[in-house]
């Protein structure tokens, strides 16, 4: 039989055992800190048919982007492209036009650059919109916190604070949206189950959609 790639085992307060393949079709394990390694095995095995397909599936989607940070080189904003304009005057700030322009006394350091401007557009950008649906659910995030996390979008802490990926910020404004929502609403619901999605269909009658997207083109926001 084939041997499932295990990339790592996360154990944290969470009362439940969660399976997530990754773009790179390989297997990431959360658990709860007590869950004896014999049950993940036994849970592995019950699920490895689904985990075998979601795998396939993941090796035959797009490649991951790879990028050389070349004039003309496109980078995603909400959903839009822009190509990536290097100018000789410019200075320490990245101006998005209809270009990404950035100043070629940068280029050196241009990835970490382009990163830092990701993670503060990310920030104004989901904290707005964290701030609209607080308001319309009522469930107020402890703390909102942009990170690096490359293999999750999104995460609620036990305490309500939210995490997000300053790559999300890449993707169009409605699944920007569906991924605040799935995490807002673990605010007050803390696992996966019917009534979870539930609340988040009440809030986003088409989320289905929305996570479908995110599932069919996540390579391509993976910089």
């Given at each position: 039989?084939d041997?499932?790639p295990?990339?790592?085992v996360?154990?944290?307060?969470r ?10 079709a390989t297997l990431?394990?959360?658990a ?19 985990i ?6 993941m090796?035959?989607r ?20 822009y190509p ?5 005057d410019?200075?320490?700030?990245i ?17 970490n ?5 990701y ?12 701030m ?22 999104g ?21 920007v ?27 986003m009658?088409?989320?289905e959609r ?14």
């Open positions: 039989m041997e499932i295990i990339e790592k996360i154990r944290s307060r009362r439940t055992v969660s399976l997530e393949v990754t773009p790179h990431i394990v959360r709860p800190h007590r869950a004896p390694a014999s049950f993940i095995e036994e849970m592995i095995g019950e699920k490895r048919s689904w075998l397909r979601k795998m396939e599936e090796r035959q797009p490649a991951l982007f790879v990028h050389e940070y070349m004039e003309g080189e496109l980078f995603f904003f909400l959903g839009r492209s990536l304009h290097i100018v000789d410019g200075g320490s700030a101006e998005r036009t209809d270009r990404l322009c950035i100043s070629r006394t940068l280029l050196p350091d241009i990835r650059r382009l990163k830092l401007w993670m503060q557009e990310a920030h104004k950008e989901i904290h707005a919109r964290c609209w649906f607080s308001m319309k659910t009522g469930h107020t995030p402890a703390s909102i916190r942009i990170t690096d996390a490359r293999q999750r979008w995460s609620c802490t036990h305490k309500g604070g939210l995490n997000f990926s300053w790559r999300l910020v890449q993707a169009p404004p409605e699944i949206d569906y991924v605040v929502v799935h995490e807002i609403v673990h605010i007050s619901q803390h696992d996966h189950s019917r009534k979870f999605w539930a609340k988040v269909k009440e809030i009658p088409d989320y929305r996570r479908e997207w995110l599932r069919e083109n996540e390579r391509l926001l993976r910089i």
